[in-house]
């Protein structure tokens, strides 16, 4: 093989190397991007509500006009999580997305018909210990995201939606 | 320094190859990842943390957050039944049928992907707000035209942005397990193209 299609051969495995790297990091840069809004509002581990989607709303394509948002970024390095909220008669979900964007885990009325909702979320590296009161969930990354959803339905509901929204607390543990 | 310089240009031409497979691969990725349900593409593992690479990275940017699966599945469409886009110029009539889920919803983007602007303050109908036929099915016009909006009998209408493609969308949560070993198979609203402005 002549020394000029060895490197193009070689440009063009180092390159593919390249894109493949950054394939796989961008939905991380992704998250980090939208988690440093978040800190920078200080909301890392503390709940933050969001109001209905409207056409202001840019922050995230093709967002949903029929949910309300709320949840936390979180980390969860050095103490686990407690996510605790009031549901409502709707559907409404708590989902966990890891710092990868990877939806690793979610709760929603098929586990738990109750009013109140607990969760005790683990970093990777912890060992969780029973609880009696609440869920667990051992994330695969130290930092994400929860996000609450609650259905609106036909928005006859808004004022007990808000209120609910208002209930979810994430407090790091012992804190 | 021409060692350097040297060096420099190979670096320079593996980012040119890198861009070249991620700008490939970004245009190819739509047909091989979505399944295609007439007018309606669908991601089968959206928000799974066993997805590929690039089912990840096309997500994390077009549909960031997006739930695994049982919990939810998300199609969208961006043509008519004559596989025309979707345009601001046009109106349309979407038609369906009561969708088995916890509840679904349709909704109307512009085409940067956002909700569009209207004095209405409606993007989307859901299975709640909408109103059913007397078959038990719906429709659902997409318009910026006042005179045909004058002219509907029917309050299911959302305003499509004036002089621009848009495209729709239809989320559809708790359909059971067995709805998505059959996203190319099951029985998903149309849409058809009413009248254009222009015409």
């Not at chain 2, 890198?18 to 047909?31: D, L, N, R």
Request: charged share 20%; with cysteine; aromatic share 14%.
């Amino acid at each position: 093989m002549s020394s000029f299609i060895k490197k193009v051969f070689i440009i063009i495995i180092l390159g593919f190397i390249v894109h493949l790297s950054f394939i796989s990091v961008f939905p991380q840069l992704k998250a980090w991007s939208i988690s440093r809004q978040a800190s920078e509002n200080n909301n890392i581990n503390t709940a933050f509500q969001r109001d209905l989607a409207d056409s202001n709303s840019t922050q995230i394509i093709r967002p949903s006009a029929d949910l309300l948002y709320g949840g936390c970024g979180y980390d969860v390095t050095y103490k686990p999580l407690i996510i605790s909220t009031q549901l409502p008669s709707t559907y409404w979900s708590v989902s966990f997305f890891s710092q990868n964007t990877d939806n690793f885990a979610t709760i929603n009325e098929l586990n738990e018909s109750g009013e109140n909702l607990k969760i005790y979320l683990f970093g990777p590296n912890s060992k969780p210990s029973k609880v009696s009161d609440g869920f667990i969930v051992v994330s695969p990354s130290n930092r994400g995201l929860v996000l609450m959803r609650q259905f609106i339905g036909n928005g006859s509901n808004f004022d007990e939606l808000y209120n609910i929204q208002d209930t979810l607390e994430c407090t790091l543990d012992g804190s | 320094m021409i060692l350097l310089r040297r060096y420099l240009i190979y670096l320079i031409l593996v980012i040119l190859v890198a861009t070249g497979f991620t700008y490939i691969s970004y245009k190819i990725y739509p047909s091989i990842g979505f399944v295609k349900n007439d007018i309606w593409r669908v991601l089968p593992s959206p928000g799974d943390a066993n997805r590929d690479i690039y089912t990840r990275a096309f997500v994390s940017q077009y549909g960031t957050f997006a739930l695994a699966k049982p919990e939810a599945a998300y199609f969208s469409a961006s043509v008519d039944i004559e596989e025309n886009l979707l345009s601001g110029n046009c109106s349309y009539k979407l038609t369906g049928e009561d969708i088995e889920a916890k509840w679904w919803a349709i909704t109307l983007y512009d085409n940067e992907g956002f909700l569009t602007q209207n004095n209405e303050k409606l993007y989307s109908f859901n299975s709640e707000n909408i109103d059913f036929n007397f078959e038990g099915g719906f429709e659902i016009y997409f318009t910026n035209d006042d005179t045909f909006i004058a002219e509907l009998n029917n309050k299911n209408w959302l305003r499509s942005p004036v002089e621009e493609n848009f495209s729709i969308s239809m989320r559809i949560y708790l359909p059971g397990e067995e709805f998505f070993s059959n996203l190319k198979r099951i029985n998903l609203p149309i849409v058809e193209k009413i009248r254009c402005l222009d015409e």
